[in-house]
């Protein structure tokens, strides 16, 4: 195969932002051929924009129209992983947006699918394609940090007015979301947390407020306490009601310190490694001599475009997956954990209990007021 026909489904701003530079072949190998939407204005627009493109109104047609070989899954939360595995059942290669879901329960499933499938699965972690987080990476997989010992992360630029919550009803609720800036804005945080780090907490006590700024059902308002295997802790703090807010990432390890803000990265490192130093100094007042060093950084983000021409390359040339789909758990694992910690009052442990946390999401549906008043 060297022209791997896309398929998108769902026409909303995703699925127009992908369909615009697939249609334009500024992907490499890749070509839209068919794009799927329930909503008449939006199959409308896609006509008009895309001719040429067969455009369907149901999903069940688009994947059995033989016009395709990949799927690119452009639709609410909840659906991915339903439609990661019909398209997985039709024979197709499978490109998901982030979030994997909303709950990890149904995502395993979905893994589970793509295993037995044999298919090229990828999750659109665009942010995987920055070269910033690309380079932490390397320095604490390599060593250059030693140790991990803290992580911290300030990801309090994703302001969100009223008005934004009150253009769909579907926003910002337990059943049209499935949560609030967790799962809709800072799932790529969540992932390069542990993506960065190769770390997996062993237990977490979180505090999420409901509705706190704004006139909303789910969490808008996050502060996150996290405790690794090795000792070393790490704290999460989001928030959608901060102008001007935060970005800063910061991981300290026992040889020096990464921060990346402002599209910069800083590296302070050690000279002698901090147990090293500790064990051996004899003054009184004193520290390891810190250097502040310049890191090279190669390369520019590729987004969207990025991440899809790496599926796309991985389904004609094999190449290895940036973001392969089945990683899409463990950010979501993350936020699933801060939300039961929340509702339990308590620490969680980690692996999740998945039961546990779709039995209180279920509740939460259940008694939520937007979809007793929506039922009316």
């Not at 615009?20 to 992907?27: A, G, R, S």
């Not at 947006?97 to 990828?122: I, L, Q």
């Not at 969680?348 to 007793?372: G, H, M, R």
Request: proline share 4%; with cysteine.
């Amino acid at each position: 195969m060297t022209i791997v026909r896309v398929g998108i489904i769902g026409i909303g701003n995703m699925g127009k932002g992908h369909a615009q530079y697939l249609y334009q072949n500024e992907v490499i190998g890749a070509q839209l051929t068919a794009m799927c939407d329930e909503r008449l204005e939006q199959r409308l627009w896609a006509e008009e924009n895309f001719p040429g493109v067969t455009i369907y109104a149901d999903v069940e047609s688009l994947l059995s129209s033989e016009l395709i070989d990949a799927v690119l899954v452009a639709t609410p939360h909840y659906s991915h992983p339903a439609l990661a595995i019909r398209s997985f059942e039709h024979g197709l290669h499978v490109m998901i947006e982030k979030p994997a879901g909303v709950f990890t329960k149904e995502v395993r499933a979905m893994n589970e699918a793509a295993k037995a499938s044999g298919k090229v699965f990828g999750i659109v972690y665009n942010q995987r394609t920055n070269p910033l987080y690309q380079k932490l990476r390397d320095l604490i997989a390599s060593g250059e940090l030693g140790e991990i010992r803290r992580t911290n992360w300030i990801i309090t630029s994703w302001y969100r007015s009223q008005s934004y919550y009150n253009s769909g009803g579907w926003r910002a609720t337990w059943l049209g979301e499935g949560g609030g800036v967790l799962i809709n804005q800072c799932p790529h945080q969540l992932d390069l947390w542990q993506w960065t780090t190769g770390l997996v907490p062993k237990r977490m006590r979180a505090f999420c407020s409901f509705g706190k700024y704004r006139d909303i059902e789910v969490e808008d308002e996050v502060t996150a306490y996290v405790e690794y295997e090795n000792g070393a802790t790490g704290v999460f703090i989001t928030t959608i009601a901060e102008p001007g807010g935060t970005n800063r990432y910061e991981i300290v390890g026992d040889r020096g310190k990464v921060v990346i803000e402002n599209e910069q990265l800083s590296f302070w490192r050690l000279r002698t490694s901090e147990p090293e130093f500790n064990a051996t100094y004899t003054g009184g007042f004193g520290e390891p001599e810190i250097w502040k060093c310049e890191v090279p950084i190669k390369g520019a983000e590729t987004g969207h475009k990025g991440i899809v021409q790496n599926w796309i390359d991985g389904i004609v040339k094999a190449t290895p997956l940036l973001a392969p789909g089945e990683e899409g758990i463990h950010g979501l694992t993350l936020s699933n954990a801060m939300l039961l910690s929340t509702w339990t009052d308590n620490w969680v442990e980690l692996p999740l209990d998945e039961e546990q946390f779709y039995t209180k999401l279920q509740e939460k549906i259940a008694n939520s007021e937007v979809t007793k008043h929506a039922k009316k």
